[in-house]
């Protein structure tokens, strides 16, 4: 017999007598795996015959979807270009307005819904669930509050994106801060330092490129957002989409959404070369 292959089965058994336990699920762990899957699939059951879907109408919509998409060739700007490029323009301003707000406030109240950084664990309970509330009503909802409140235009789509985002971003910016390393304010406290200098030379540093990171991806995010919410008449490239599906000019609405896709990608590139800026790495093209 080969010995480097006994060796190799001795080792082999080894490995497999002290991990033994990873290979044989008891049996709560298989019941469980068996009640969860067939959760899963009874649930799903439910949900299709709980909401009627019409399988049967996928076919008529399929062809249907065709017709549309062949009446978006070739794309036109149907003489509005101007109109549109402005439109794009107010989309641009309502994303990075709103989440230059949201920024603004989110940031500070971030440090009261951390754990680390919290004045009282009854501060931090409250603003999480004020951030809880705002963040749970999606964008198009505020949007809808906010054009009833100060009527229709980019200022409703500004308000939404900022009171949506803002309790997005308080969550993410305060996850960041618990995550951080605390090594870092310990050694300012430990040689003298406030709390206030422990917190802007032991713990900002750490924390920045990833707030940073987090929110131009919020800005890229929210042109989309800016999009849907300007459909229900929070201004933008929204409005005019909405208004050329409503009138049947598909090849407008498809020289819009090339319009849409292209600052997208326009936008992606730019924030990943801040980013990596920031964060002091090359990126990579």
Do not use: C
């Amino acid at each position: 017999m080969n010995p480097l292959l006994g060796a190799n089965s001795e080792q082999a058994a080894a490995i497999l007598d002290r991990h033994r336990h990873l290979f044989e699920a008891s049996a709560r762990a298989r019941t469980r795996g068996f009640v969860v899957s067939f959760g899963i699939a009874a649930f799903t059951v439910f949900s299709v015959w709980w909401l009627a879907i019409p399988f049967n109408e996928i076919l008529r919509g399929l062809t249907a979807l065709a017709k549309f998409i062949t009446l978006m060739f070739p794309p036109s700007s149907g003489g509005h270009l101007d109109l549109l490029l402005k439109a794009m323009g107010e989309t641009l301003a309502i994303a990075f307005l709103g989440t230059l707000i949201a920024t603004i406030f989110a940031f500070p109240l971030s440090f009261l819904a951390a754990s680390n950084t919290t004045l009282h664990p009854l501060v931090r309970f409250t603003v999480r669930r004020f951030f809880d509330v705002i963040r749970s009503i999606d964008a198009l909802i505020w949007a809808l509050v906010f054009v009833g409140v100060v009527g229709l235009g980019p200022f409703a789509g500004i308000l939404a994106i900022a009171v949506s985002d803002t309790g997005a971003l308080g969550k993410l910016f305060s996850e960041a801060i618990e995550s951080a390393d605390e090594k870092g304010r310990v050694s300012v406290l430990a040689s003298g330092g406030t709390d206030f200098a422990a917190v802007r030379f032991g713990l900002l540093p750490q924390i920045l490129p990833i707030i940073a990171g987090q929110i131009l991806y919020f800005i890229e995010s929210n042109v989309r957002s800016a999009t849907i919410i300007g459909i229900v008449g929070a201004g933008g490239i929204g409005l005019q989409l909405s208004e050329q599906i409503r009138t049947y000019d598909f090849d407008q609405v498809a020289f819009a959404v090339i319009m849409i896709l292209i600052t997208v990608a326009i936008i992606d590139w730019i924030s990943d070369r801040l980013r990596f800026a920031i964060i002091g790495r090359r990126a990579v093209t």
